[in-house]
């Protein structure tokens, strides 16, 4: 069974995160399997997430970001930084309710605490 494209805007997106991930760590000056082994991944798949390779879930974004000891918010803040942080359009919004839609309810149990942990971020607001 093959897997679908992933589109070049989520391309991007993901580049841009797997940046902000590979900054981090670098940071710390963690190698890439030292950082796959505090969060349960391979190291080949940590580079693999850090160069833009893959659609990676956002559980296992929240496994990197507590290995590296950061909120995953602070991650995406990151990505938003470097995008310019606009506000999303109207498409994108259009977009993130149909997917939220069709999701599974343990999808929409992580989305919920990544959500918690942006507004916790900012204050609550």
Do not use: C, H, W, Y
Not at 38 to 54: K, N, Q, T, Y
Not at 89 to 111: F, H
């Amino acid at each position: 069974m093959s897997r679908k494209p992933i589109p070049e805007e989520s391309r991007v997106f993901l580049r841009r995160l797997g940046v902000a991930i590979s900054e981090e760590r670098r940071a710390q000056r963690l190698k890439q399997e030292e950082l796959g082994a505090r969060a349960g991944v391979s190291g080949s798949r940590i580079g693999e997430i850090e160069r833009g390779l893959v659609n990676t879930s956002m559980s296992r974004l929240l496994l990197i970001a507590g290995a590296l000891g950061v909120p995953a918010s602070e991650l995406l803040r990151r990505v938003e930084r470097v995008a310019g942080g606009g506000p999303a359009t109207e498409l994108q919004r259009s977009r993130i309710i149909a997917a939220l839609r069709g999701a599974d309810p343990r999808v929409l149990d992580v989305v919920a605490l990544f959500v918690r942990l942006m507004l916790a971020g900012r204050g609550g607001r």
